[in-house]
């Protein structure tokens, strides 16, 4: 334990405390001081009981204003972060729908193509690699939708 000496109030007091909390309070002693010469400055001289007494709340009152604040702060970044995983969700059913159907009009693609190789008689490689080259490009979507669901 190591003791330190703080003003508040213009009146000095020796207060102990651990190791290394002596800048830490020393700093608070500097915040009730401000509170303490407030008050002086405006009652003039008082008792020091009174004057620690409402130096501490004004600083209490201080605290509970900043609670509050910090508390609708904190409610605010919960609805704005709620929206924007709404808005998220929506894209992403949108994004999904989409994929649904082009992998609907894919497949009526490869339908019709299937169609005209067997009335032409053809069982082409170029019109084969094209489809499995779209078929591909629709499962690394789906893929790609299913990460973002995640």
Do not use: N, Y
Request: aromatic share 0%.
């Amino acid at each position: 334990m190591q003791e330190i000496e703080v003003e508040i109030g213009g009146r000095k007091f020796a207060v102990t405390c651990h190791e290394g909390e002596d800048e830490a309070l020393r700093k608070a002693a500097v915040r009730l001081d401000r509170e303490a010469e407030a008050l002086v400055d405006a009652m003039g001289r008082i008792p020091e009981s009174r004057m620690l007494l409402l130096a501490g709340l004004m600083l209490a009152d201080k605290v509970i204003a900043c609670e509050e604040t910090s508390g609708q702060l904190a409610e605010d970044a919960v609805q704005d972060a709620k929206q924007r995983a709404d808005l998220a969700m929506s894209q992403l059913r949108t994004t999904s729908e989409e994929l649904t159907r082009a992998k609907v009009r894919i497949a009526d693609l490869q339908t019709q193509l299937d169609a005209e190789r067997k009335r032409t008689g053809e069982a082409g490689q170029t019109e084969g690699s094209a489809a499995a080259a779209l078929e591909r490009t629709v499962e690394l979507l789906e893929k790609a939708a299913d990460t973002a669901r995640r």
